[in-house]
DNA sequence: CCCTGATTCGC
DNA sequence: GCGAATCAGG
């Protein structure tokens, strides 16, 4: 991934609106938080007055925007699709299915990445440059893909291709064994 | 430990 | 020029 014009204006853009070094990465797709810290002292763009978060207040027309804060995103997975119930009834199937069943899986990302703008592209918008992650639901007029930057040969930008997303519930099936 | 930016230095 | 490794700090 090279510095291309675009991605050199982008990353001075976002660096003055006072996003971190690891957003920008994630914005930008393909790089590391390094990367971009690296080449935004190659510019000589104007750093950050303290380092660990504290946003720079100084200087010429510099003023970081507003760095709204990113909302703490969880995400609730659309309801699984209820287990069939077979007739084959077995006490630990009957277990399981009810388990499954009564998951109420509610998804957060891994705490390390950083979610990316999305660009809320249509699915004939999408070009193999794009993230093709889905958001929404394909039944609401709501739907549409991620459409951040992806990095060659993926089809998700740097932050879907990573994302771990965790259950919050931490229940255990039945049938697990006690670690 | 999580995060931040700054710096160094081999490539 | 690039960025991983490293450092220093909140």
């Known amino acids: 991934m090279n510095w291309t014009d675009e991605r050199v204006e982008k990353l001075k853009r976002l660096w003055s609106e006072g996003l971190s070094a690891s957003q920008i990465a994630a914005q930008l797709g393909g790089v590391s938080r390094n990367a971009v810290i690296g080449k935004v002292h190659r510019l000589n763009l104007p750093g950050r007055a303290k380092a660990g978060g504290t946003i720079a207040t100084n200087r010429t027309a510099k003023r970081p925007a507003a760095t709204a804060p990113r ?92 994302l771990a997303y965790q259950p919050v519930n931490e229940r255990r099936r039945p049938s697990a064994a006690r670690a």
């Open 71 to 162: 909302p703490q995103q969880t995400f609730a997975a659309r309801p699984a699709a209820r287990p069939v119930a077979r007739p084959v009834g077995a006490t630990a199937l009957k277990e399981e299915v009810e388990f499954e069943a009564s998951q109420e899986l509610v998804y957060r990302p891994a705490s390390n990445v950083v979610l990316p703008i999305s660009r809320k592209l249509a699915l004939t918008e999408l070009t193999e440059r794009t993230c093709k992650w889905p958001v929404g639901d394909p039944l609401t007029d709501d739907f549409h893909f991620c459409g951040c930057e992806s990095p060659d040969n993926s089809p998700y930008c740097t932050y879907h291709a990573k």
